[in-house]
T-cell receptor, first 117, second 112 residues
Framework: AQKVTQAQTEISVVEKEDVTLDCVYE???????LFWYKQPPSGELVFLIR??????QNEISGRYSWNFQKSTSSFNFTITASQVVDSAVYFC??????????????FGAGTILRVKS | DSGVTQTPKHLITATGQRVTLRCSPR?????VYWYQQSLDQGLQFLIQ???????AKGNILERFSAQQFPDLHSELNLSSLELGDSALYFC???????????FGQGTRLTVV
């Protein structure tokens, strides 16, 4: 069975600090996809990134970066120079591949990030 | 704006009642997914439709049902509502395999 663990329930940082959100996953599939979503206080789920299991290159998008390590089944998310607007709940998710019609997501419990000014 | 539209945004109803949640996917997306977010269960996959046909089922109660219409919009029907059904219900859509799913703003259902 697939499982996603986000061990950090809540993190508080001061603006401009860097923060890393941890994500550990379990799957028996050799091909799978990993995602991060952001849920701001307004409630919607915002897609941040998708990574397939064959691509272990780290990715950087502005202040966001992702570190995918298959050896440790981790897909961690780092926000550099955090801002108050980064305050949200962040979800890591996993989906199995080779579903012809799309992928259902297994979500972690989420990490609440509070950035204080 | 993700391009996925859900209506209504808020719904308050009494126990035992039936409600219908509506979702319009992004233009061109054939897959529609329904998820439930509650405090105790977190985000859980309910059901997926692709081009009008049911393709995957998750932890969906028998009191719940869904369908996808020829114009690709989808409806989630919740009946014999209980207090525990109070949750945020999300619809998401994707083009198909190996693509990310984009979520609507959700429908917050409160059962009183």
């Amino acid at each position: 069975a697939q499982k996603v663990t986000q061990a950090q329930t809540e993190i508080s940082v001061v603006e401009k600090e860097d923060v890393t959100l941890d994500c550990v996953y379990e799957t028996r599939d050799t091909t799978y996809y990993l995602f991060w979503y952001k849920q701001p206080p307004s409630g919607e789920l915002v897609f941040l990134i998708r990574r397939n299991s064959f691509d272990e290159q780290n990715e950087i998008s502005g202040r966001y970066s992702w570190n995918f390590q298959k050896s440790t089944s981790s897909f961690n998310f780092t926000i550099t120079a955090s801002q108050v607007v980064d305050s949200a709940v962040y979800f890591c998710a996993l989906s199995e591949a080779f579903m012809e019609y799309g992928n259902k997501l297994v979500f972690g419990a989420g990490t609440i990030l509070r950035v204080k000014s | 704006d993700s391009g996925v539209t859900q209506t209504p945004k808020h719904l308050i109803t009494a126990t035992g009642q039936r409600v219908t949640l509506r979702c319009s996917p992004r233009s061109g997306d054939l897959s529609v997914y329904w998820y439930q977010q509650s405090l105790d269960q977190g985000l859980q996959f309910l059901i997926q439709y692709y081009n009008g046909e049911e393709r995957a089922k998750g932890n969906i109660l028998e009191r719940f049902s869904a369908q996808q219409f020829p114009d690709l919009h989808s409806e989630l029907n919740l009946s014999s509502l209980e207090l525990g059904d109070s949750a945020l219900y999300f619809c998401a859509s994707s083009v198909g395999v190996a693509t990310e799913a984009f979520f609507g703003q959700g429908t917050r259902l409160t059962v009183v």
